[in-house]
């Protein structure tokens, strides 16, 4: 259950309640928010008075569930809005991993020219391989910000592990979670914890169940800026890397109050499947994509396969502006 407490109830006050209940609590710019366990049913008359708000909920889908705000939560980074009554599509893309300085400007420039906003770039990757290339690092995150100053682009760059949480958090305009992080309840209350956007992405083995209930323990330590992304998951296919799970976005898309942005390029895992999917994903009406790119895709150090050239990519960014024109979603 999910109880907003009376303006006038004061942090002391609502964290005795929120004992009582054995409840979460944190507040917003409005309220003491309390999520209580899910099999709370009922509620006394003395917490009736001190509450304006009452969300009875089946399962641990509270927070993020359209039952308790129907209406799509707005997020915001820099000068850019999905979500809420806004529309807007937001298209992010860049290299799976920022490698040099020279690599990263191409793309940066490349971006600009098409009126994107935000650049995506891995500093810290999560390779299956321990001989693979782990990224950059810090050294990355600060030509990140370099980048950010010079080309006015946002950055969202993803976090691995609790060893560098707090950098990638001080550093991005949006903090991704990889696939693989999804678990890591560490991380995930650090991005709790912190007051920017979160992209979090599906771990591949993961049900939707799963996947927002992950959602919920960023959402329950107070930030409200969630955003899901569905980049694909195992099936026994293996001809393609991941399985793209549109109906699994259309569950989220109907069941949720968060954004759900689309990633193409890690579900196909090639890059010659990548425009195809990215306008189905324009024609479903996802929030935002998320693409790979890079200047020369044969020598990228990580997903080098799947990673679209520069002017693959500005033509599909053409053409994905007339299927969101059509499902009446604009482009930013
Ligand atoms: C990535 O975005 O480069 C990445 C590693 O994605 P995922 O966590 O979805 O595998
Ligand atoms: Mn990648």
């Not at 049900?207 to 992950?214: D, G, I, N, R």
């Not at 998951?233 to 569950?251: H, P, Q, S, V």
């Amino acid at each position: 259950m999910i109880i907003h407490l009376k303006k006038e109830i004061n942090e002391t006050e609502a964290t005795t309640i929120a004992q009582q209940l054995e409840a979460i609590h944190y507040h917003n710019s409005v309220h003491a928010i309390l999520v209580t366990p899910s099999a709370t049913k009922t509620i006394s008359d003395e917490l009736k008075a001190k509450a304006d708000g009452f969300w009875p909920m089946e399962s641990d889908i509270q927070l993020a569930s359209l039952s308790y705000r129907n209406e799509l939560r707005e997020i915001k980074w820099g000068n850019t809005v999905i979500g809420g009554t806004s529309n807007n599509m937001s298209v992010i893309a860049g290299p799976c991993s920022i490698e040099s300085w020279e690599q990263i400007e191409q793309t940066a420039e490349m971006l600009v020219g098409l009126g994107i906003k935000t650049l995506r770039a891995g500093c810290y990757k999560p390779r299956t391989s321990p001989y693979s290339f782990q990224g950059l690092g810090l050294e990355g995150l600060k030509m990140l910000a370099e980048v950010r100053k010079k080309y006015g682009l946002n950055i969202i760059s993803e976090v691995k592990d609790s060893t560098h949480v707090a950098d990638v958090i001080e550093y991005a305009d949006i903090i991704q979670i990889g696939a693989k992080a999804m678990y890591d309840q560490g991380i995930l209350k650090s991005c709790g914890d912190a007051r920017k956007p979160v992209l979090l992405k599906r771990g591949f083995g993961s049900t939707l169940q799963e996947f927002v209930q992950a959602a919920e323990f960023i959402l329950s330590r107070g930030n409200e800026q969630v955003i899901l992304c569905e980049r694909g998951i195992r099936t026994f296919e293996t001809k393609t890397r991941f399985t793209f799970d549109l109906c699994g976005a259309a569950y989220l898309k109907y069941h949720t109050n968060l954004p759900v942005i689309l990633d193409p390029s890690h579900a196909m895992g090639y890059a010659y499947g990548v425009p195809d999917l990215a306008k189905a994903s324009t024609a479903f009406g996802c929030d935002g994509l998320l693409i790979e790119v890079h200047p020369n895709p044969k020598v990228a150090k990580s997903d080098a396969s799947q990673q679209l050239d520069h002017p693959t990519f500005s033509k599909l960014h053409g053409e994905l502006k007339t299927i969101a024109t059509a499902v009446g979603k604009n482009i930013i």
